[in-house]
């Protein structure tokens, strides 16, 4: 077999041919800086002010109100950070949840050092914010709630609209990590009561190391960078220009075939999904059987280790991840499966496959297929295992 199947889209994906055909001419003869005056720069101006635009309609937004970063880390340490440092008058109380991505947890962290105050909300078992918790949580003190749209290892996604609605009557800001949802759901931040949201190019096929912070009008938020007035004086830096122009890019084919994507990935994750089940015992899905990302799909498979089926799934040319990108290598489970519940050595057997629109039933066959023989293969070297079966014989 000599093709790859690549499954881990959730971690990044390629950028498609149109997105760096978009990009090149922005490296060479359109090479002008943004911030020049001679008419030759202009061109460059006017490629990221479309840009711009081609997100804001994404979003359901005014033009100006979204600003680009070097990615969907930057943007969360942005809202954050800079919300707790302008509504510090108001409050230290900040509410996030225990399944959130290291971008937030971590920030979160950072803060609690300085003197603020964190709340990290359960989730329930398929890995879904708990309104009333949240309701609970909220004290006079409470400056922002950052929940995810929608989660980058079980794919759940969020009751955003609620908890948008609970946040606007309070009085508290509302920021939302899409970095996984963007480019795969249809989102409104108008609709949603969405007062910042996250996004990176690089996991919607566009290019890595740019994202942007969506900050609604008339937020007090300071520049994140300091230096020069690029971004309306709120992120200093010349503009990656060809990353804005291939993020563009990218979000105008992401929308243009968001639905046909959806039900195209819905299907053969769908399958992969029955198959696995039915055909691999002792083995469950994490994460909301339907209420989840479209190309998502994390198992666990007991009595076995998530990182050896990776290491022989890797052979077979199939590319996945147990738990998320940024913790594997570390021996912890996965922060997400433990927060859904899961004991630890049903958490180290997990496997995260996420799929694009570019996989096929075929591929699902051929992938179940080398699941169900590496699986077999390596319970049978397991004495957990062994120990479970003579059990069961008895
Ligand atoms: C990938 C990811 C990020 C980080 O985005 P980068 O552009 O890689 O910095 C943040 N949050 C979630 C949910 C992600 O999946």
């Not at 169900?372 to 069961?392: A, G, T």
């Amino acid at each position: 077999m000599g093709k790859m199947i690549y499954l881990d889209n959730a971690a990044t994906t390629p950028a498609k041919p149109e997105v760096v055909e978009a990009m090149l001419p922005y490296f060479t003869e359109n090479f002008g800086n943004p911030s020049s005056v001679y008419e030759f720069a202009a061109k460059n101006k006017a490629a990221v002010t479309h840009a711009r635009e081609t997100i804001a309609q994404a979003l359901g937004t005014n033009t100006a109100d979204v600003y680009f970063t070097a990615g969907g880390s930057e943007a969360d340490n942005w809202a954050i950070k800079a919300t707790a440092e302008a509504y510090r008058e108001k409050g230290n109380h900040i509410i996030t949840s225990k399944i959130e991505h290291h971008a937030v947890l971590h920030t979160c962290e950072y803060l609690e050092k300085r003197g603020y105050e964190v709340t990290y909300l359960d989730v329930d078992e398929n890995g879904c914010v708990k309104l009333e918790e949240l309701k609970k949580a909220i004290r006079p003190t409470t400056i922002l709630i950052t929940i995810m749209f929608a989660n980058n290892e079980i794919g759940t996604i969020q009751p955003i609209a609620e908890i948008g609605k609970i946040a606007k009557e309070h009085g508290i800001l509302f920021h939302t990590d899409a970095v996984q949802a963007f480019g795969q759901l249809a989102i409104n931040v108008e609709e949603l009561n969405i007062d910042m949201l996250s996004a990176s190019g690089h996991k919607l096929n566009g290019p890595k190391g740019i994202g942007f912070l969506y900050i609604r009008k008339g937020l007090k938020l300071r520049s994140f960078v300091h230096g020069g007035a690029q971004e309306r004086h709120r992120r200093a830096g010349t503009e990656n220009v060809p990353g804005i122009v291939g993020f563009g890019k990218a979000v105008e084919l992401a929308m243009a075939s968001l639905e046909e994507r959806q039900k195209k990935e819905t299907e053969t994750r769908n399958y992969l999904i029955e198959r696995v089940l039915k055909e691999v015992p002792y083995t469950r899905l994490n994460g909301d059987r339907t209420n989840r990302l479209p190309n998502n799909a994390n198992f666990s498979f007991q009595f076995i280790e998530g990182e050896s089926l990776l290491i022989m799934l890797d052979m077979e040319g199939i590319c996945g991840s147990s738990g998320s990108a940024c913790t594997s290598g570390s021996l912890d489970p996965s922060h997400v499966l433990l927060a859904i519940g899961l004991p630890h050595e049903i958490a180290h057997g997990s496997l995260r496959l996420t799929l694009s629109e570019t996989n096929t039933i075929e591929e699902m066959d051929y992938v179940v297929e080398k699941i169900k023989e590496i699986v077999n293969k390596l319970r049978s070297m397991s004495p957990l295992y062994e120990d479970f079966i003579k059990k069961q014989e008895q």
